[in-house]
């Protein structure tokens, strides 16, 4: 399975736009992107997938590259309510989609 | 829709008991998936069922481990005898599987303290 990169914490403060950053260089052609989040004492969330053009639900927005190497998720005015710990994983076409976490990115937000 | 329900939400044994932590995936969904996160190793994927058949195992620890999953809405995952390093929250996830595009919807998870 193609594997995904991730800073392992960020800051946003309040009211501002988050961009979380994931790079997943070896991505093949049908791998699909998804983002999930974690907030504390709770089991992860979906958040956002893609596959190759940009996607925009009520959470947030995913921006692939050209190239599919990287994506970006973003949340467009970050609350205190988001702070996370976010994953970007992928997940092959005929592989019944299973979904193997990462370490993810932890995001603080500040007031 | 009541989303994954798991139970207990915490449980604290002795060694050597058996656990049983138990899943009631989303109606229609029909992939469930069981996982373990802790500290030190994360969010790892133990086992998961299609249509109530387990398709990969591959993640359960050890022989002490076993899921079942009798019929569409529920599963059990079942550590005999347990072990303190068993210690950590578990996960229940269902879908409603159509390839590499399907979400899952996570339950609140079971916090098992092995003492």
């Known amino acids: 399975d193609a594997k995904t990169t991730q800073p392992n914490s960020m800051e946003s403060n309040e009211e501002e736009p988050v961009h979380l950053p994931c790079n997943h260089s ?8 998804h983002w999930y989040r974690q ?5 992860p969330e979906y958040v956002i997938h893609g596959l190759t053009s940009n996607v925009n639900n009520r959470m947030a927005s995913l921006a692939i590259a050209e190239d599919r190497k990287s994506s970006t998720l973003i949340l467009h005015r970050a609350t205190l309510r988001d702070a996370a710990v976010y994953y970007c994983i992928l997940t092959r076409s005929g592989n019944t989609g299973k979904l193997i976490f990462g370490q993810g990115t932890t995001l603080q937000v500040k007031p | 829709d009541a989303g994954v329900i798991q139970s207990p939400r915490h449980e604290v044994t002795e060694m050597g008991q058996e656990v049983t932590l138990r899943c009631k995936p989303i109606s229609g969904h ?4 069981w996982y373990r996160q802790t500290m030190m190793r994360g969010l790892e994927l133990l086992i998961y069922f299609n249509n109530n058949v387990p398709i990969d195992d591959s993640g359960m620890p050890e022989d002490r481990f076993s899921a079942k999953m009798p019929n569409a809405s529920f599963s059990t995952l079942k550590i005999q005898p347990s072990e303190p390093r068993d210690s950590a929250v578990y996960f229940c996830a269902s879908s409603l599987f159509s390839g590499a595009s399907s979400g899952y919807t996570f339950g609140s998870g079971t916090r098992l303290t092995v003492v």
């Open chain 2, 30 to 33: 029909n992939s469930l998936f």
């Open chain 1, 26 to 33: 070896t991505i093949s052609g049908t791998d699909y992107i």
């Open chain 1, 39 to 43: 907030l504390p004492s709770q089991g």
